[in-house]
Nanobody
Framework: QVPPVESGGGSVQAGGSLRLSCAAS???????MGWFRRAPGKEREGVAI???????LYAYSVKGRFTISRDNAKNTLYLQMNSLKPEDTAMYYC????????????????????WGQGTQVTVSS
C-alpha cells in the first residue's frame, strides 16, 4: 500500500482554525483511519479515529473542537481543527490500520501500519 500523504498544516493564532487533509488511496474506506500528533518532548498520541462505518473517536483534549471526516470518493481523510490552542502545537500524522475483530478501531499508534510523513501545526498565543 502507498503511505498516506498529509497536507494543510501551518501557523495560526490561538482561537483560529486549520483543516488537515490526508490522501490515502486504496484503503481509506476499509481501514481504521486516524490522526495522531507528537508534540516536542511528548509521546505520540491519538487525536481522532474514524472506522469503516464512520464511527468516530476523539481524544478528550480535542473533543468538541476537532472533527474527523472522510471522503471515500476522493480518497481523502480530513481533520477540521477549530478553537486551536497553543497546546495543540505538534506534528500531525495521518495513519491507516486494519480493523480488529468485528471491525473495531483503536487509538493506539501500534495498531496502525501505514503512516504519513506528518504536517506541522503551530498555534501561537
Amino acid at each position: 500500500q502507498v503511505p498516506p500523504v498529509e497536507s494543510g498544516g501551518g501557523s495560526v493564532q490561538a482561537g483560529g482554525s486549520l483543516r488537515l487533509s490526508c490522501a490515502a488511496s486504496g484503503y481509506i474506506s476499509t481501514y481504521c483511519m486516524g490522526w495522531f500528533r507528537r508534540a516536542p518532548g511528548k509521546e505520540r498520541e491519538g487525536v481522532a479515529i474514524i472506522d469503516p462505518d464512520s464511527e468516530t473517536l476523539y481524544a478528550y483534549s480535542v473533543k468538541g473542537r476537532f472533527t474527523i471526516s472522510r471522503d471515500n470518493a476522493k480518497n481523502t481523510l480530513y481533520l477540521q481543527m477549530n478553537s486551536l490552542k497553543p497546546e495543540d502545537t505538534a506534528m500531525y500524522y495521518c495513519a491507516a490500520g486494519r480493523t480488529v475483530g468485528r471491525g473495531a478501531c483503536f487509538a493506539a499508534p501500534s495498531m496502525y501500519t501505514y503512516w504519513g510523513q506528518g504536517t506541522q501545526v503551530t498555534v501561537s498565543s
